[in-house]
């Protein structure tokens, strides 16, 4: 099975690299990148010098492609390949918000297609399992909308939120990808933590979206406030809502447990957990609980963004796409310390 | 006017002394330190060196102490200076809390001198000047305390807040001090994001306290969460709660500004701040601001943990004592980048 | 192959079981650490949840055993399992150097077992892969040799470096261990560099022993200056040593390439390498260069202190031990970003 | 007396202006930069509220300019500067060396005023205080050249060194400026550390004219070595040398406490200085021993890149250049931790 990835030059394309070649059951065949075509994939990235690939201009003849451009530019790349048969995972939003209008609304351009809105699966295999395996085209989720969905699902699902929800989000830089901008210069983040896009963030209506499929009838009100800390990689999520009828801190994480006994890369954790131990990793680690001074609904998650929140959950797709186990080639424990 | 310092050898004690160092109106006569007695000052903290003292175990002669001890410990250093007619600003939380039970729930002893916890002023002075000035001992907030209340204080006392709120705190790893421990060491602690306290944290009485002194009438629900983020110094609060009355972003910046029109170390912020924005100096940015799809108020606040956190706090204090200038030895400017 | 890891519980015990648990030719069965003795080592390192193993008080029926304590306490429980028919890699200082007295001089104690000494190989498998093949006990490298040696390694035995030899070498902070100590405490640690062990670091004579026993009519003179960075993993260090007779860079670097062609794990690089390019992985770049102004060799190595430089080569020499390719279990790419 | 900064929008204009601000002698009444022209000061760097300026084009009417320009623009306003009779400080290279043609070599242009570079005093003041007294001109030096010439130059001057040098710096990526590049990208630099320029960096003229002016009959071969280690701010500098005459530590250290005695912001530590006991401030903190195995001489200096290495040193020259006490405006401790 032949897979391209269309402009591996950002971070989730070079991690995506990583992880494909280590993947026993498919051959990553072509790769391309406009500034580096040309150039072998190892002189770009040392680190990747195991791997014997040229970036091109143009993506070769694949089964499969994962396309890591910029939105807007991602689904133009992308139809002419669904078009040629080739089936694609999306790591852009260009394929993830069902309703047309909201690209208008959120990006600022009108969607060049769509009715493949509706034929595109939203590649959180916890929940759209089914409709991911045959997909043509899987959307791949944001970093953000991963972590917070993940956290929030089983109580959405149970009816335990019905209202208020509170996403305080805290990413490492590399959320930021590898193009140069003031707020992931080094000196400007190390040493320094803030929050951002408190106007609206593009990931809220991918959440929102998303836990109102879980719960159709509740009113949500979702405030969504990201944050820049001083690490490479990981996204810690806590998240906040009033619980819409009183819960036992057991039963609660039984309710968690047992909503994930499928999903091989959803651990419910005995303890609050820490991104380092998920960086590298497919992991989502999430932890419920309950404060009970105010009965309020306590969810923290955490990610490596790069992989569970990118690369890692897009070749989880793809493996579900090809037929194969979902945790073939993503198998890798965590890097600790 | 001969100043002292109990327990120098702490984050917060050394933090004192540098400043102390450089104020223009005190002396820096005495410092303790039970480890290092007997050593010179710029021998345990080379970046002293400029500072000529020894460290004693016993603290000398002088006008005004203080004392940076842990909890339990330092009430049992403050009471016999009070006697002695030295006036104190405690660092720890044990004149904090005005309800003396509360430390048998919250830190577990019984207070020794509850007829103290009274009159000690609580050292926030944008709230509690006229206090501050005349007192005998100053309990100075903790470091959360200071950036929670700071950031909600306008809102609570305009009764725009009057039920749920939720505090969302990442902090810098110098909060957990200088003593070795492991969620403290580099390797842990670097390139890593957690919460942690999630059974409550000791600071948040101390946060529910001064709230409900500024609205007495209102129900508030507070979760508050502490985070660990990897870098020294800097604590971001960002505080979640519904708006009991619409209020215009316009309004809200008018409401806060006027609110601190006489606060010289509050600085009202025109876009979301930066840890960075007050490393190393007393300010406190505040940046209140609606999410405009849920009504909801969100305020974000930045102090550096060991100045309006800790020790410039407590020279501010000071300051009112001694009825210098509130600003006196506090201006230097924020080291940025 | 039963493979059991004495004190699971430092940084090099978890990486080992980290590394053991995705390779495919060999069990890891027996974990033992005295602090955490009776805990599952998922709930002492929540990254390691996918191992079901129980820390224990004492080693289990293995084959092969890795032994990492600190020095002079690991010789004490590696003498009974060879005793016992049971092969060790050691990862402490305890068998690396030949020359019994070096250890009263270095380390303060007097040798156990002076006759293991010239029995046990030097688990550098670049230079010593015939003598660890066949070893009953292999002494793995300390991390600082590791990067020095396969620097200078091409140079010594190619008599291009006779005299005077500078390791400047910079260190992430995890080579200090997972045990709390003031220069690894987070505040201390972080934007610092600094050097240490100026007086001599125990690290030297292991380095002057394998350098020796290339040349040994050369009379090196070496001085080793270890440095703390502020960074979790990883080790540069930068050699210096006149160039014996001139030597064109194209030359250097033919002759590097050639003396590494047969180790798959170390990379004469192109370009000045980066320890980011080694995170997590077993590789080593090494890069040759002269410093045409001063007909100076500059020799530059990267290296992750603990895949290289502690884990991932213990692992390489236990390949070796067991007749497996060298590489098997540590074919995983670096993590970068 | 009214002072000018050129260019106050990056890293070495912006502390200047931090610096200035609190500098009791001296108003900074212009500041300039392009980019941000029409905005003010505290705009574009909130950390600068307390600074009343607007940014302007051009500068306005001043008695003395500090240029923080890139090199080769830097002269070109400095020259108009001068022939107006406004004296500066030049924080660029373009005035440091002494011979025109090394501008053509390193610089790649030809300078435009070659007769300026004898007139222009080059800016330590350790070295060239009274050159820099009366100076129209002041160079400013380099931040690796501030480090190694005072780690070195007693050592020269007392003939200590006459041939081999070996110089091994460590910078925090601060140095790299404001400007965005991939190296000083966040999640590259982040858990990192590479060397340099390995070719020739364009600072080693600068140490090798400013080492021979000590000694001019040695025939000092430098190797000049930069690498950037994961922190914001400082550099420390090992160097490496054989000493010419044995020496004990104790003569060594008399020897540079000697030549250091009325420079103060020099200090001889008693212990390997770390970057972070310098931080903020303008010392250098030099540490000079000897390799008793080798003899070789081992010296290590620390000093704050943006302070001591830019925009403090210029503040102290310019305090000589007025006839003000040398330390004025710079007194403030290092901020620790």
């Not at 994939?41 to 014997?52: C, D, K, M, R």
């Not at 998240?239 to 890369?265: M, V």
Request: proline share 7%.
């Amino acid at each position: 099975m032949k897979i391209g990835i269309i402009n591996v030059t950002g971070y989730t394309g070079v991690e995506l690299a990583r992880l494909l070649h280590q993947h026993p059951q498919v051959d990553l065949a072509s790769v391309t990148g406009r500034s580096a075509a040309g150039k072998s994939l190892s002189e770009v990235f040392p680190h990747l010098a195991g791997i014997n690939l040229t970036i091109k201009a143009e993506l070769g003849d694949v089964d499969l492609a994962f396309a890591a451009m910029p939105h807007k530019e991602s689904a133009r790349e992308v139809i002419p390949l669904l078009e040629k048969g080739i089936r694609v995972v999306d790591i852009s939003a260009d394929f993830r918000l069902k309703d047309a209008p909201e690209y208008q609304k959120w990006y600022g351009f009108s969607h060049p297609a769509p009715q493949l809105l509706k034929e595109a699966a939203y590649g959180l295999p916890e929940l759209h399992r089914a409709e991911i395996t045959p997909a043509k085209l899987v959307a791949n989720p944001g970093c953000y909308p991963t972590g917070a969905i993940l956290a929030l699902a089983p109580a959405v699902k149970a009816k335990l939120i019905e209202a208020d929800v509170v996403i305080d989000s805290k990413s490492g830089v590399s959320g930021a990808g590898r193009s140069l901008s003031l707020p992931a210069h080094y000196s400007e983040a190390n040493e320094d933590t803030a929050a951002y896009a408190l106007e609206g963030h593009r990931h809220l209506p991918e959440i929102t979206q998303e836990l109102k499929l879980l719960n159709p009838k509740a009113s949500l009100a979702v405030t969504f406030v990201p944050h820049l800390v001083p690490m490479t990689r990981g996204i810690l999520t806590t998240c906040y809502a009033p619980l819409a009828s009183a819960k036992k801190e057991r039963e609660l994480k039984e309710l968690y447990r047992d909503f994930y006994k499928d999903a091989p890369f959803v651990r419910v954790a005995d303890a609050p957990p820490h991104t380092k131990q998920v960086l590298g990793s497919n992991l989502c680690l999430v932890y419920p609980t309950v404060d009970r001074r105010t009965g309020r609904l306590v969810v923290i998650s955490a990610i490596d963004n790069l992989v569970k929140g990118a690369a890692g959950q897009a070749i989880q797709n793809m493996n579900l796409m090809l037929g194969l186990p979902e945790t073939t080639g993503l198998e890798a424990l965590p890097v600790y310390p």
